[in-house]
């Protein structure tokens, strides 16, 4: 197994972390550009992050999931299926604005709703 060892799974844990790293930093340039706007104007944008958070967790969780019960599988699973672990930074990072799009256009639903 590829991540077998003690260094390699230190390895797998910063795979892991690079896209939640990415949404700690995409989460505070928001909120730091947000905070001179209207407080109104600022509810699409908390729920893009929202929605950006859960797209990043879900995929990571995805992932995870599908991985390890191949990895697992009594009746032998695929040797390679730990190559994706290699592809979720990327993935993610292709999968955040769109959770972020998607967030801000309920947001913005809500807020043309409310007033």
Do not use: C
Request: charge should be positive; avoid cysteine; proline fraction near 5%.
């Amino acid at each position: 197994m590829l991540f077998a060892s003690g260094h390699n799974l230190f390895l797998l844990g910063l795979i892991n972390a690079i896209p939640f790293v990415v949404f700690a930093f995409m989460t505070r340039w928001r909120y730091r550009i947000s905070a001179a706007e209207e407080p109104n104007s600022f509810l699409p944008h908390k729920w893009g992050i929202l929605f950006a958070g859960l797209a990043v967790f879900g995929l990571s969780l995805f992932i995870q999931l599908v991985v390890w019960m191949d990895v697992f599988n009594p009746a032998g699973g695929s040797s390679t299926a730990v190559i994706a672990f290699v592809f979720l930074p990327f993935y993610a990072l292709a999968l955040m604005p769109v959770g972020y799009g998607l967030g801000w256009l309920v947001g913005k639903h809500f807020l043309r709703n409310r007033n």
